[in-house]
Structures are given as C-alpha cells and as structure tokens.
C-alpha cells in the first residue's frame, strides 16, 4: 500500500480540545493512517493514502471545520 | 429592531476555548445568511437564521464537536 506524508500549518488552534477534534475528525476520514496535531507547532502531520486523500482534500477538511489550512512546501 | 419578533434557535455546542468558538464563527459566517452570538462560558449559540434548523445543525457539527439542538428562544 502507497503512503505519503504532508505537513500542513493550522491556524486558530488555542487549546489542547482543539486539537483532539481535529485529530478524531481527520483521523475518522478514508485513507488517513495517523494524523498528529502541535498546538505548540500550529501543525498537522499526516500519514495518509494518496489514492484516497490529496493534500487539497486534507487542506479542505481542517478548513470545513473552521480552522486555517496551510500547504507548507515540503518535498525534501 | 423588525426582526426582533423572530424566533431565535438555540443550539448547544461542546466548546471549550476561544479557539473552538472562532472555529463556530468561521463555519457559520460560510455557511452565510445566519445572525448569532456565541455564548462560550455556557456553550451556547444563538442563531437567527432563514436556513433550517437541520442545515444549521449539520453546519455547527462540521466542526467535529458535539452539537445538538436546545429549542427556540422567543427574542425579547
């Protein structure tokens, strides 16, 4: 199975509750393998399946819930 | 003052922080045509809105907290 893995900034995270929705409800999606979130990093790291998720897909879902998504340039 | 006489819907939704009910105000003002205030310290919302209350509902989950309806609230 194909995996890949993005970093992506979240803005608008103040508390550690904000941080575990964001883990369940994106842990909860097709084709997410881990998802870890810093308050402190204001990041998401994410390990996912690129047959089921893009980046863009991932973006969009932490935007739905009403946080800032960001695609940091990150191909090493 | 003319849309006073409008019932208004109160919802309850499991914030904790700022950064929860900001998240609430992003995905509502999206979602559009809603007026409301966010009641933190009891985790209320308010909203007067031509959308319907299962719309609204839907809208305050994508926030991946839990959310349910209370009732209308008569404004005085």
């Keep these: ?76 | 003052p003319q849309r006073s006489a409008m019932p208004k819907h109160e919802f309850f939704v499991d914030m904790t922080c700022e950064g929860c009910s900001n998240a609430v105000t992003r995905v509502l003002q999206k979602l559009g045509g809603v007026q409301f205030d966010i009641d933190l310290p009891n985790k209320k919302v308010c909203i007067d809105s031509e959308h319907n209350v299962d719309t609204l509902l839907e809208t305050l989950k994508k926030t991946g907290k839990n959310a349910s309806y209370i009732g209308e609230k008569s404004a005085q």
Excluded: W
């Design chain 1, 1 to 76: 199975m194909e995996v890949k893995s993005i970093a992506l900034g979240v803005e608008g995270m103040t508390c550690n509750s904000c941080v575990q929705t964001i883990e369940q409800h994106v842990g909860r999606m097709n084709g997410i393998h881990n998802i870890k979130v810093s308050l402190e990093d204001k990041n998401a790291v994410i390990i996912y399946d690129p047959k089921l998720q893009t980046p863009a897909t991932l973006q969009e879902a932490i935007y739905d819930m009403g946080f800032d998504a960001t695609l940091a340039d990150s191909n090493p």
